[in-house]
C-alpha cells in the first residue's frame, strides 16, 4: 500500500480505536506554550497545578513573567520538578515573545514559519519536539510533531527504520500528509495515545487496533511466549512435558 494511504489508514484505526483527543489542552495560545515548556519530564498533573499556581498569581502573560523575579517564578513552578531550570526556560521563552513580538502572539505566529521556527530554536531551553508543539498547537501551523513514541511505533511497524533522526521522521509524515494543522494535530495526540496506553517498551499487541498490520506483532508474542515459564511434569519432577508431534504422544 502506498505509504500516504497507509498513514491516513493508521490514522482512522487510531481515531476510530481512541476518539478525538481534544489536544491541546489550554485555554490560551500563551498557555498552550506555558505547559510545553514545563512538561518536560514531569507529569501532566504537575504541570497544571504550576500552570493554575501562574494564573492565580497573574502571571499567565509574558511581560508580567519578564517582569517577575526569580524567586517568585521559581516558586510558582516549583511542582514540575527542575523548577529553576525550568522557571529559566519560561522567563526565557517570554522575553523572546516581548523583545521580538511586543508579547503580540499573533505577530509571532504570522511570521514565515521556518524562520520563525529557527528562531524559537535559539532560545535557552527550547528544543526541537517543544517548538514544534508551539507552532501546531499555539500557532496552529501545519508542522508535524514526531516524539520517541512516534519512532518506537513507526519502527515497530516497519514503515521507518529504528535509528532515524527528528528531522527525517517528520519529513516523512509531512511528506506523505497533506498540509493540515487539524489533521497533524489530532494525528500526534492519537499516536501518543497509543504509545501511552498499547505501545509500550513490552508492547500490548493484542490490544493494539494496528495489529493486523504491524511487523513487529508476531515476534512481540513470540517474545511472550518464550518468557512464559515451562510446563513441569507433575510425574517426573523437572523434566518438561513432551510438546512434541502427536505421533510421539502415542
Ligand atoms: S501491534 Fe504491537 S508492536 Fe505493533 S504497534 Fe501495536 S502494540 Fe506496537
Redesign the pocket.
Same mark, same amino acid.
Given at each position: 500500500m502506498e505509504t500516504s494511504k497507509r498513514l491516513m489508514e493508521i490514522y482512522q484505526r487510531l481515531y476510530d480505536f481512541f476518539g478525538p483527543r481534544h489536544w491541546w489542552p489550554a485555554k490560551t495560545p500563551f498557555e498552550m506554550m506555558v505547559g510545553a515548556v514545563l512538561t518536560q519530564a514531569v507529569a501532566w498533573r504537575n504541570v497544571q497545578t504550576a500552570i493554575g499556581n501562574l494564573e492565580g498569581a497573574g502571571l499567565m502573560d509574558p511581560y508580567k513573567i519578564v517582569r517577575s523575579s526569580d524567586a517568585e517564578l521559581e516558586a510558582l513552578v516549583r511542582p514540575t520538578r527542575y523548577y529553576r531550570m525550568k522557571s529559566k526556560k519560561l522567563r526565557a521563552l517570554a522575553e523572546f515573545i516581548v523583545n521580538n513580538y511586543q508579547g503580540d502572539l499573533q505577530k509571532m505566529f504570522h511570521e514565515e514559519p521556518a524562520r520563525l521556527r529557527s528562531k524559537m530554536l535559539e532560545v535557552y531551553g527550547l528544543g526541537e519536539e517543544t517548538v514544534d508543539s508551539i507552532l501546531l498547537y499555539a500557532g496552529e501551523i501545519p508542522v508535524f510533531v514526531v516524539d520517541q513514541y512516534t519512532k518506537?511505533?513507526f519502527s515497530? #511497524?516497519g514503515m521507518i527504520p529504528e535509528k532515524i533522526t527528528y528531522r527525517k521522521l517528520q519529513a516523512f509524515f509531512m511528506e506523505n500528509l497533506p498540509a493540515d494543522h487539524r489533521l497533524y494535530n489530532e494525528y500526534h495526540a492519537l499516536i501518543d495515545a497509543?504509545g501511552n496506553k498499547?505501545?509500550?517498551l513490552t508492547?500490548?499487541?493484542p490490544?493494539?487496533? #494496528?495489529?493486523d498490520f504491524?511487523?513487529?506483532?508476531e515476534?512481540?508474542k513470540s517474545l511472550r511466549n518464550r518468557n512464559e515459564p515451562k510446563k513441569q511434569n507433575p510425574q517426573k519432577g523437572n523434566k518438561p512435558i513432551n510438546t512434541g508431534t502427536k505421533k510421539n504422544n502415542k
Open positions: 518506537r511505533i515497530r #511497524l497509543l498499547v505501545c509500550h508492547p500490548r499487541c490490544e493494539c487496533p #494496528l495489529g504491524c511487523r513487529s506483532f515476534t512481540e
